[in-house]
């Protein structure tokens, strides 16, 4: 039996936008029809943004250059309907369907054939709703998505967010507003089967001394007593192991096999990325099939040791795997383009590859923005990078403690259990956070004591114990590595600093020889993009770095004119003047910080910068990728400090 399913985003889409609720007017039975649209029908990629496809009709202009984001901030204002046809060969009198979007950003109704069969409003987890009602020739599928909150930006309250919807949209110290609105994932049109695997989680390991995996499967299934499941793992090569089990005792008491003939799976930098296939198969007697199920695993052993001389009671923060300690380096990730939904797989490869040529071997993957698409983990999982993965919640600056209230809570718990089900079995991931810089008044990081991490820290113990969470990044006693606080073990994972005011004398060297933090996961440094780079998204505004200039004020954080005129007792003359003196000053401040870092471990596990790549064409950032993926000057300097073997 081969179960149908279909993909629904390779479809001809429509996008039409109305002045919000006048579409409902007139009792029409059929979104749409009963008004004139504000914005009228054009067509519409999928997985796509609205903005996207505003772009390509030519009803907005560029928000990438100069100040023209502005012009885009009306489409916030308006509700925009996504529709297609479903094809009638898909849809077999008798069965039963389903409609799967792994990704919708982020509030609406679903449609079909004019009635309202699902409410959605969460950008962060999958929707599932059973097709019912289908006609038995054509069938009219409709995604309206409403307006987006006014504001989730950076500066806010994090008790007061009550919207699962990135917040990096709203304008970041890096970026410039836009509010990504539409189907930011592939959107499925699946069979249900009579009898259904359900879910299953996956855990593996590697035994160094044999040199040996195991795999153990537990889960829940929606099968009919008598029925079995067939478990097969393989490579291009071999199959490792074909074995059967009932599905009762499945049930009872899972699935685990040992002594498997496996290699392991090794972070960049330590060996290959070894890659296997599992397959399940819920089958009857006769070998007739009703499900399958098929993930791409890898086997290693992750363990956490204290750091040298760490201060008693400390976190442990040197990462061990399959026996061998690793110096942690890579960067923070954040999305591609704030509307994430238009970006291919090259571009991810592109970045990813960039990475990994670099020497680095983790990104952690910042929770002011959401989980990434399936590729960017099958791309770590094939390149050996590292997965820090955060839950979806941030500081606000004003106020960081997120919402202890029960719904929210809730909501949150089921923001866990989905990222969980869906990235527990990739080879690269590394460990769980709860989210960014979440801290209590006095701003010290939070910890199993609020709720939400207290309830996510339960259910990853319950379903992928092999994975380390912690409350919060940073964590510890200490929000900020202060030189003041050196020697009084206050200093684990720790963030900042991301700039240096004041010449880069030896009290920067000092700083850092100093330092006592046993982890880093958040340093960085400004330095502006290429005299090139700036000069193709400037629009018609003026170049010069300045604070009126409304181009260098949106990311004012890193101007640091005033220093350059310090320095040099002027002003700049030329673009390219100022470019070579700020690309300059950031290879020096990161490298020493990188280097002293690195020649510190097993005293220090590890450091991340803030931050890899930009997602919008700032003209100076923290990166050390611009906005096109290139390579900043500080990257090429820091590579050569990433590709030297640790001691």
């Not at 999982?381 to 809730?410: A, C, F, K, R």
């Not at 954080?557 to 040099?568: G, R, T």
């Not at 700020?582 to 991340?608: M, N």
């Amino acid at each position: 039996m081969t179960l149908k399913h279909y993909k629904a985003s390779e479809l001809q889409w429509n996008l039409t936008g109305y002045i919000p609720y006048e579409w409902q007017m007139g009792g029409c039975r059929e979104v749409g029809t009963s008004c004139n649209p504000d914005i009228d029908t054009i067509p519409a990629s999928v997985p796509g943004s609205v903005q996207k496809a505003l772009l390509d009709s030519g009803i907005v202009s560029d928000w990438n250059i100069g100040m023209n984001a502005r012009d885009s901030e009306w489409a916030e204002n308006r509700h925009w309907l996504y529709e297609t046809y479903l094809p009638e060969h898909w849809f077999e009198a008798g069965k039963r369907y389903q409609l799967r979007a792994l990704g919708l950003d982020h509030q609406g109704q679903i449609y079909l054939n004019g009635n309202v069969i699902y409410d959605f409003a969460n950008c962060h987890v999958e929707h599932v709703v059973e097709l019912t009602d289908l006609n038995a020739e054509s069938n009219l599928l409709q995604i309206m998505f409403e307006c987006p909150p006014r504001w989730l930006g950076q500066f806010h309250r994090s008790s007061e967010i009550r919207d699962w919807k990135p917040r990096f949209y709203y304008t970041w110290d890096w970026t410039s507003r836009l509010v990504q609105i539409g189907i930011w994932q592939d959107i499925y049109i699946e069979e249900i089967p009579e009898n259904a695997i359900g879910e299953i989680f996956i855990q593996t390991d590697y035994d160094v001394d044999s040199q040996r995996g195991s795999i153990a499967l537990t889960g829940s299934s929606c099968a009919s007593d008598g029925l079995e499941l067939e478990v097969k793992l393989y490579d291009k090569a071999k199959t490792v192991f074909s074995e059967s089990i009932s599905v009762t005792e499945f049930q009872e008491n899972g699935f685990k096999l040992g002594a498997l003939d496996i290699q392991p799976w090794w972070p960049n930098g330590l060996g290959d990325g070894q890659l296997y296939e599992l397959e399940v198969r819920l089958k009857d007697k006769t070998g007739r099939q009703f499900d399958r199920f098929n993930k791409s695993i890898g086997f290693k052993r992750i363990e956490w040791r204290d750091c040298l001389n760490a201060p008693e009671g400390a976190d442990p923060w040197i990462c061990m795997i399959n026996g061998r300690n690793v110096f942690l380096q890579g960067v923070n990730w954040t999305p591609i383009r704030p509307n994430f939904a238009d970006v291919s797989e090259d571009e991810y490869r592109k970045r990813l590859k960039l990475y990994r040529s670099m020497g680095l071997n983790v990104l952690r993957v910042w929770g002011g923005a959401t989980l990434e698409k399936p590729c960017f983990y099958d791309l770590c999982d094939q390149l050996g990078l590292l997965v820090w993965q955060e839950l979806p919640l941030s500081s606000s600056g004003i106020e960081n403690y997120p919402p202890d209230d029960e719904q929210m809570v809730g909501q949150y718990m089921e923001i866990v259990h989905s990222y969980v089900s869906r990235l527990h079995h990739h080879a690269c991931l590394l460990l769980w956070s709860g989210g960014n810089e979440l801290t209590n008044v006095d701003v010290t990081p939070l910890g199993l004591e609020h709720p939400m991490f207290r309830n996510a820290f339960n259910l990853i113990k319950q379903k992928d114990a092999q994975h380390r969470f912690i409350p919060t990044s940073p964590s510890g006693p200490s929000f900020l590595g202060a030189q003041e606080n050196y020697g009084r073990g206050l200093h684990w994972d720790v963030h900042g600093p991301w700039k240096v005011d004041g010449e880069l004398d030896e009290r920067w060297l000092s700083y850092w020889q100093q330092d006592d933090s046993l982890f880093r996961s958040e340093l960085g440094a400004p330095g502006p993009s290429s005299a090139a780079l700036i000069r193709k998204y400037a629009g018609n505004l003026d170049l010069l770095p300045e604070l009126k200039n409304p181009l260098w004020r949106r990311t004012s954080w890193w101007l640091q004119i005033d220093q350059y005129i310090k320095e040099n007792g002027r002003t700049p003359e030329t673009l390219e003047d100022y470019v070579e003196w700020g690309q300059q000053r950031q290879s020096k401040i990161l490298t020493t910080a990188v280097k002293t870092c690195k020649e510190r471990f097993p005293q220090c596990g590890g450091v991340i910068l803030w931050m890899g790549h930009d997602s919008f064409p700032c003209m100076a950032n923290t990166s050390i990728v611009d906005f096109e993926g290139n390579l900043k000057p500080v990257g090429m300097a820091l590579a050569e400090i990433f590709n030297e073997k640790t001691r």
